[in-house]
């Protein structure tokens, strides 16, 4: 909310949002679209997008001088029909949210979420000339919001596209969760016959430094190209524009807040790369494109929690949590270890019948209880462990073994057993 003497200023002007403004304020000259105001922003504070496309707030003192430029002009986007060319392939893009399934208001200057299918494909119109485009969207929210029913819907939507006759399925995805997802996806669509891949944008497409359409031109040509059959995340390589990774859905993170190349392989080499021309280098062996029915087994435990050990960890205060569950993935020390304290929790929960899974917070490198007298504790307490697995990968492979085996014994062969490139029985040399 304004001030009252900005809100004043304001409404004499006739401004409003979308408005482009000309304004004097403490001896300086701005002049922007005016941007809605946040809530977190001060009283006396407008903000205007600035042709760099940047966003900016500027203080606002009772002397100020305020002037509209021009006014909005509403525009209607039409609903545009899916076009297609002979020749190409068909890729279905499934919007699910976040940066990347988001599109610039020019009028306001805003950036809103796309919510119909014209919206995902005029975002980026160059697609066009690599496949044929189908787009729906399944839902449109923060990937932080993205629940388990969230997973299983897009499961069985990807198995629905492509059983229907889809090449491929691009997901666009908010980045902070995405690796979350595409473990989940991943273990739900088993030996999946053709490429989905999940794709996002770590900068939003009014800014210049956008990554949106060339991550997703990227994950296209990959899609057309490739030949290589499983779940994948696509996303920057590097610092500039000419090169992108292809990563396995289930070893791959997120591992800087806002960097372009923000998503890492974890313990194996990217799947491939991909240069701005489109040509792919592949670094690891995989399954080729087929025609094969896809299923989804999409059935998954929700009474599974994530732990992180920390230094004086007080198995008290997480005992009601351990043993109201089914499953524990703990992100040990080191090789894996968690303090003696808790290892009589451990032998409880699993003399219960939960089951607990050790990974390392370490995330390069494999778990090994087999070294120290702590790690023989928690082996002889009955936890097992999941080589080189990442935790959140373990969080949604356990969810995924309970609802889809028999007995804790079953579920406990499948965590360790290897099923959609998650984990490896020795180091690679990277």
Not at 73 to 88: D, H, N, W
Not at 117 to 128: C, H, L, Q
Not at 204 to 222: G, T
Not at 368 to 374: E, S
Request: hydrophobic share 40%.
């Amino acid at each position: 909310m304004y001030a009252e003497f900005l809100s004043k200023k304001l409404g004499d002007a006739g401004a409003e949002e979308g408005c482009t403004l000309s304004i004097e304020t403490s001896g300086k000259s701005y002049k922007g679209v005016l941007m809605p105001h946040h809530e977190f922003s001060g009283e006396d504070i407008v903000i205007l997008k600035v042709k760099s496309g940047y966003n900016i707030g500027i203080r606002i003192d009772e002397s100020a001088e305020i002037e509209v430029v021009s006014k909005p002009v509403e525009r209607v986007k039409p609903e545009s029909a899916e076009e297609t060319k002979e020749g190409l392939k068909t890729i279905v893009l499934i919007g699910t949210g976040g940066t990347i399934a988001s599109y610039v208001d020019y009028r306001t200057g805003a950036v809103h979420p796309a919510l119909s299918t014209s919206d995902m494909i005029n975002a980026v119109p160059e697609i066009k000339e690599v496949a044929n485009l189908k787009a729906k969207v399944l839902f449109s929210i923060f990937s932080e919001n993205m629940t388990v029913p969230h997973w299983q819907k897009l499961a069985e939507a990807i198995a629905e596209e492509l059983d229907g006759g889809a090449d491929a399925v691009i997901v666009p995805h908010g980045t902070d969760t995405m690796g979350y997802t595409a473990s989940a996806v991943s273990f739900m669509l088993g030996e999946v016959s053709k490429p989905v891949v999940f794709v996002g944008a770590q900068r939003s497409s009014d800014r210049p430094s956008s990554d949106a359409s060339c991550n997703l031109m990227a994950a296209a040509k990959f899609c057309v190209e490739g030949g290589r059959a499983g779940v994948f995340v696509v996303m920057h390589d590097g610092p500039g524009d000419d090169s992108f990774a292809v990563h396995c859905g289930t070893r791959v993170r997120k591992m800087h807040t806002s960097r372009r190349d923000a998503f890492k392989s974890i313990n194996v080499p990217p799947v491939a790369h991909v240069d701005k021309d489109g040509k792919i280098v592949f670094n690891t062996p995989g399954r080729a494109v087929s025609d094969a029915k896809v299923e989804a087994r999409s059935a998954m435990c929700t009474d599974v929690v994530l732990l992180q050990f920390y230094p004086g960890m007080d198995p008290a205060l997480f005992h009601d949590v351990v043993m109201k569950s089914k499953g524990v993935v703990i992100a040990g020390s080191g090789l894996g270890h968690v303090n003696s304290n808790m290892v009589p929790l451990i032998k409880e929960a699993t003399d219960a019948g939960i089951i607990v899974v050790v990974t390392s917070q370490c995330l390069n490198g494999r778990t090994n209880l087999n070294v120290y007298n702590t790690g023989r504790d928690m082996l002889a307490a009955g936890a097992i462990t999941v080589w080189d697995m990442l935790p959140e990968t373990a969080y949604t492979k356990l969810m995924w073994a309970l609802a889809n085996t028999s007995s804790v014994e079953a579920a406990k062969v499948v965590m360790q057993t290897p099923l959609a490139g998650e984990m490896s029985d020795r180091r690679e040399l990277l």
